[in-house]
C-alpha cells in the first residue's frame, strides 16, 4: 500500500474540491433556472437560463472546463497520473494564485455583481479560500520532485 505525502494529499484534495465544483457548475445547466438562484448566481443569470439564451450556458461550461482542467492538474502535481503533464509546478502555482485571488477579491467582484447574492459570496469566497490554499501547500510542498 503506497501513502501519500501530506503536499500530495493535499492536490488530491484540491482536485476532489474543483471537480467537485466543475459537477456544481454543471448541475445548473441541467437543472436550470432554479440551480442558478440556489448556487447565487444572480437574478440576471437565472432569468436568461429561463429565457433559454445560450450565455448561461457558455459561462457555466467555461467555468466548469476550467476547474475539471485544473483539477487534472492537480492530480498530475500529486503523482496519481502515469505521468506528468507539461509544466504541472507552473500551472499549479497559477491556479494557487487564482483560487486565492478570487478569494480575497470578493468585495471588489461583489461591486461588480451586485445580482449575486452575500451568501454566494461568502461561501463561494471561502471555498476558493481552502482550494487555493491546498493548491498552494501541494505545490509547495512537492517542489523539488517535478
Known sequence: ??????GASALLIGAAFSAAAAVAHMACIVIGPKAYRFM???ERMARAAEAQQLRPTLVTLSIAGVLL????FALSGA?????RLPLTQWVLVAVSVV??????ASPLLKAKFPENSTAFWIVSSGICGLIGLLHAYGTWSLWSTF
Open 1 to 6: 500500500m503506497y501513502i501519500l505525502s501530506t
Open 40 to 42: 447565487g448566481a444572480g
Open 69 to 72: 482542467i485544473w483539477a487534472v
Open 79 to 83: 503523482g496519481v497520473l502515469r505521468q
Open 99 to 104: 483560487f486565492m485571488a478570487r478569494s480575497v
